[in-house]
């Protein structure tokens, strides 16, 4: 079953278990236990605890398994479910103080095509991770999150026809990150950021890093300077990573005038109190499929450096 938005009774199911939940007390200390057979993180979390194995059932949000911080937590491909729809495992990021910033690796199962989303507490999906094919896994990019709870979901692709897989031999772990934004000189982008409205703030002088972690990844900054000049910028691709600049939403004027691995500049006129947008996307060569190869630099960073005369 593919990773779509969840139906009416899911949506529901997410935004009843903000009120059913336990809250994680911020004050609360995580620490390291040794279990014997192997280490397990615990949170003081009204009794709940953050193993490094999958607890079934959790295949509605209610259920969700507590997430351990930076750990991978091994999950499986279970049972059908009773409508006899594919397994899915749902997993949960405490609630917090602010935005945070979510990352998450999930590794592949021999010929099970996996998808990996995270949704808010109401339902909405946030950020999809199906960038590859039969036995790979998938990774969510860094991705700005409230301070509520989120939920992670991870199931195989529903392919018309094709019967879902059930008990898979092997695990599929999951590793998820989650902290501060780090933001400002020298810190990354963060997703969702692939439209104009949605641009990651950045002031010139300073500079950024950040991923296309997807075939049609777009991240677009908002750069600001503090007085009229000529705004400077280049954007340094990973290995073999052709990308491409762009100056408008409708991408009418793009920069790409070096390949795989170069780096692509830019001057703009700009003046103080309005922002001069910048896009940064991938070049593809044409009747790639991402699925069949994955593509190079998912998990290499750019960099964009921007600065302002006189």
């Not at 003046?271 to 998990?299: C, E, F, N, S």
């Amino acid at each position: 079953m593919s990773l779509a938005v969840p139906e009416a009774a899911d949506r529901a199911a997410l935004a009843d278990v903000v009120g059913r939940v336990v809250r994680l007390d911020p004050a609360a200390v995580v620490r390291l236990r040794d279990t014997g057979g192997g280490v397990a993180l615990w949170a003081r979390f009204g009794g709940e605890r953050a193993e490094l194995v999958e607890r079934e059932p959790n295949n509605t949000p209610g259920y969700a398994n507590l997430l351990p911080m930076g750990a991978p937590l091994r999950g499986t491909i279970g049972k059908l479910n009773a409508d006899g729809r594919g397994d899915v495992d749902y997993f949960r990021v405490p609630a917090g103080k602010g935005p945070r910033v979510v990352d998450a690796r999930l590794e592949g199962i021999p010929d099970v095509d996996l998808v990996l989303e995270i949704y808010d507490p109401e339902g909405r999906r946030i950020a999809k991770s199906d960038e590859h094919g039969r036995g790979w896994g998938e990774w969510l990019q860094p991705t700005t999150i409230g301070p509520g709870e989120a939920y992670l979901a991870v199931r195989e692709v529903w392919i018309q026809g094709a019967s879902p897989t059930e008990e898979a031999a092997d695990p599929s772990p999951l590793t998820v990150r989650w902290g501060a934004p780090q933001l400002g000189q020298g810190g990354w982008e963060s997703e969702p950021n692939d439209w104009p409205a949605a641009a990651s703030s950045l002031r010139a002088p300073g500079r950024v890093r950040g991923y296309l972690g997807r075939a049609d990844d777009q991240d677009w900054f908002a750069i600001t300077v503090d007085h009229d000049g000529p705004l400077t910028g280049a954007v340094s691709a990973p290995a073999g990573v052709d990308l491409v600049l762009m100056r408008d939403p409708a991408g009418k004027r793009p920069i790409d005038k070096h390949g795989a691995g170069g780096t692509e500049e830019f001057v703009v006129e700009a003046h103080a109190g309005t922002p001069v947008l910048i896009g940064i996307a991938r070049k593809l060569p044409p009747g790639v499929d991402v699925k069949a190869q994955p593509l190079q630099g998912l998990d290499d960073p750019y960099e964009l450096k921007v600065d302002v005369g006189p």
